[in-house]
């Protein structure tokens, strides 16, 4: 607990206070939030920071962490009506398997708001949306070769259990159209410059089906994203596996562009080979879930384990995501991964912080 309580100072102000009291719980008093949304991107701050694996006598623990906010005088008078409240988000956030964090809200009956609320309740806001990126370190090189293309609102990442609060910038004719050009717009000028290391292999950008199956959408990209040939293969875009039963088309045509491919969650649906063979993405890759289950679930690891054998015979990169510990890493470089990325490599970069890392490695 010492441990935890260290971590989670890094995350808080000096006008903060932290509490334990109980075992496994602690409160925090934030002093200075102007706004729900404020005490949201914080406590997403303070479960990246809880994220990494705790060490006790030589075996690593990770930590599987909910959190309940309440706001005064917003939502309570007093501090027995905040606790009240705080207590009544907390039970919600435990209940959606024991991970998240929820918002109380008093005008739904006691219920709390959870992240997904949120996301409908809030207006897109492009002033607000910035980008970082994920390193993807290199098993043989042991450098950064990749990055992940992370959007933000309001310093929360929208990947994972947060995707959610992307939906109101897709909303409306021409949202995702709208979205889009942001994403490239804000992409192009770090591109240019991350293109410059030669060890760099590129930006991986993820788009869902919401968008894939829309019509319309590789005319888009053709002729409203206006990304030079020579930075369109340095950018590589993810999409789910299951994409190739219904929408191989697609794909075929955004290689034809220039852009190179990435396929994600191969463990809901694999590609057969021959579709693997024609398709050629550049890189497969193993999402945390199943990167999760592996240490304690044989099928899944047989499932991985099936999945790396064909990429090793199609001669195709294997990356993982959600690599939490070095005995994990390990485990997943005796499985021929190629690409890891996760907490154990570190957190999210600004383009800056990026570009400053890459200089670092080559010197």
Known sequence: MSDVAERIQVGLSRYDTLYRIRNDRLLIQLRHVGCAEEALRIANRLNELLAYAVRVDRREIHLSTAVGIALAPLQANDAGELMGAVSQALKTAQRSQGAGVRLYDPTRQRKALTVDDFARLIKPDYEQMTIGFRPVYGVSSHRIEVAQLTPLFKGVPCLGSNESLLAPFFEGEGGWQTYLTWLFGQLQLPLARLAQH??????????????????????????????????????????????????????????????????????????????????????????????????????????????????????????????????????????????????????????????????????
């Open 198 to 363: 030669t060890k760099f292999q590129g930006v991986v950008i993820t788009l869902g089906a919401e968008i894939v199956e829309l019509p319309g959408f590789v005319e888009f990209m053709a002729q409203r994203i206006h990304l030079p040939k020579s930075l369109r293969t340095h950018v590589i875009i993810e999409f789910d596996a299951i994409e190739t039963r219904d929408h191989e088309g697609v794909l075929f045509d955004i290689e034809a562009l220039g852009y190179r491919i990435a396929l994600n969650r191969l463990s809901d649906y694999l590609p057969p080979i021959q579709q693997l063979k024609e398709l050629e993405p550049s890189l497969l890759k193993l999402d945390a879930e199943l990167v999760e289950d592996m240490v304690s679930n044989l099928a899944r690891r047989r499932q991985l384990e099936k999945i790396a054998d064909i990429a090793a015979d199609l001669d195709i990169p294997l990356g993982a995501e959600g690599v939490q510990s070095a005995g994990l890493r390990m485990q997943l470089t005796h499985q021929g991964v190629s690409y890891m990325q996760g907490d154990y490599f570190g957190r999210l970069l600004s383009s800056e912080m990026l570009q400053e890392q890459l200089i670092l490695e080559n010197m």
